[in-house]
T-cell receptor, first 107, second 117 residues
Framework: KNEVEQSPQNLTAQEGEFITINCSYSVGISALHWLQQHPGGGIVSLFMLSSGKKKHGRLIATINIQEKHSSLHITASHPRDSAVYIC?????????WGAGTKLIIKP | DTGVSQNPRHKITKRGQNVTFRCDPISEHNRLYWYRQTLGQGPEFLTYFQNEAQLEKSRLLSDRFSAERPKGSFSTLEIQRTEQGDSAMYLCASSSTPGTGGFYGYTFGSGTRLTVV
């Protein structure tokens, strides 16, 4: 079993839909990261969470430390949100990566 | 400061040649990380520095790989006698010491894509 599990692996939705991507982990962490990677592009850090909830524009990230679970939500999704979203948990010096969720938003 | 800068963006080299990549982190960040990402896979940790000290090195990093951060600022990653299996995206990231760092804990560079032919 992977230490960081993401679901779904692939998600296709229509523009405007509310999107949820889930992440579960089995290791002790100092922080959980949500990152975005466009095809052929670099990685952009969206959120770093150690508790509770954070919001940035149309993006919301939540974490439940007791349940070792985090969710990334996108409200009013747009085709430019199409990318791979990666959950990674931070130990002392490195990130343990989930496999990523490939999101496609159709106009 | 415009973020983490990596050079070159792309590198094509013949098998057996040596290559060197450079990473310039965010100036306030004391930690610098190198990752490798192959097609369709998540990034794999290679090594990290806190200031100029290389504190951890993955077993993925064979003897042909060496990384330096001589003045605690920019870092170089050198691959000697490149092999086709070294073809990958090499990502650099920087951060403050965990627990600080504000909204963005890690900042990644755009990567150097290495193709060994």
């Amino acid at each position: 079993k992977n230490e960081v599990e993401q679901s779904p692996q692939n998600l296709t939705a229509q523009e405007g839909e509310f999107i949820t991507i889930n992440c579960s982990y089995s290791v002790g962490i100092s922080a959980l990261h949500w990152l975005q990677q466009h095809p052929g592009g670099g990685i952009v850090s969206l959120f770093m969470l150690s508790s509770g909830k954070k919001k940035h524009g149309r993006l919301i990230a939540t974490i439940n430390i007791q349940e070792k679970h985090s969710s990334l939500h996108i409200t009013a999704s747009h085709p430019r949100d199409s990318a791979v979203y990666i959950c990674a948990v931070g130990s002392n010096y490195q990130l343990i990566w989930g496999a990523g969720t490939k999101l496609i938003i159709k106009p | 400061d415009t973020g983490v800068s990596q050079n070159p963006r792309h590198k094509i080299t013949k098998r057996g040649q040596n290559v060197t990549f450079r990473c310039d982190p965010i100036s306030e960040h004391n930690r610098l990380y190198w990752y490798r990402q192959t097609l369709g896979q998540g990034p794999e940790f290679l090594t990290y520095f806190q200031n100029e000290a290389q504190l951890e090195k993955s077993r993925l990093l064979s003897d042909r790989f060496s990384a330096e951060r001589p003045k605690g600022s920019f870092s170089t990653l050198e691959i000697q006698r490149t092999e086709q299996g070294d073809s990958a995206m090499y990502l650099c990231a920087s951060s403050s010491t965990p627990g600080t760092g504000g909204f963005y804990g890690y900042t990644f560079g755009s990567g150097t894509r290495l193709t060994v032919v």
